[in-house]
């Protein structure tokens, strides 16, 4: 395919594709969390911790979290959690070993699994939110055909700052969003 390349297209097999969380995932777990950009994502500091965070994600019906795989090797996650099925919405979020950031991965995983929760698992109304100061957050947010709905000023502490959360939504109704989608194995 080096035709491809040289028109700026990839291979399928260069991006990643989504699957569900496995046990084989506790390292790259570790290795992601040990990053100060993950610190608000949680606290994983030994195999144990990422092993447990990889248990608890595989609870299905609370919550469908995918891991990014790239070559078989999980380079980030994607999630919707706090399910309640009798309002039909969800809590969604995602993150990126800081190793693959910036290459438009996040936008596809989050678009893709947005579309599969709002027809595929029936939910209504997917929910997010991200720091004020994270705008590449927003951004993937809004790829994936999230519209921001408010700010919660002041919401968290972080080292000694207050900063705001900007939250948005995506409902079934809403226009679907042009970015481009990635494989989804379930």
């Known amino acids: 395919m080096p035709e491809a390349r040289s028109r700026g297209l990839r291979a399928v097999s260069d991006l990643p594709r989504l699957r ?3 046990e084989r995932d506790a390292p790259a777990v570790l290795d992601a969390f040990d990053d100060d950009d993950m610190r608000r994502q949680g606290t994983i500091r030994t195999l144990e911790e990422a092993e447990n965070w990889v248990s608890f994600m595989g609870g299905r019906g609370e919550r469908l979290a995918l891991a990014i795989d ?13 399910i309640d099925q009798e309002n039909e919405t969800g809590w969604f979020w995602y993150w990126m070993h800081r190793d693959h950031r910036g290459k438009g991965w996040m936008s596809r995983a989050a678009v893709t699994l947005a579309d599969h929760a709002l027809t595929e698992m029936f939910l209504h109304r ?6 004020a100061n994270n705008p590449a957050s927003g951004g993937v947010a809004r790829a994936a055909g999230f519209i921001q709905e408010g700010i919660e000023r002041e919401k968290f502490l972080v080292n000694g700052v207050r900063i705001d959360v900007h939250t948005y939504a995506r409902l079934a109704t809403d226009p679907w969003p042009e970015t481009p989608r990635l494989p989804l194995d379930l």
């Open 20 to 22: 569900v969380i496995e």
């Open 126 to 131: 997917l929910e997010l939110g991200h720091r």
């Open 70 to 82: 790239l070559g078989g090797h999980m380079v980030g996650a994607v999630v919707v959690s706090s």
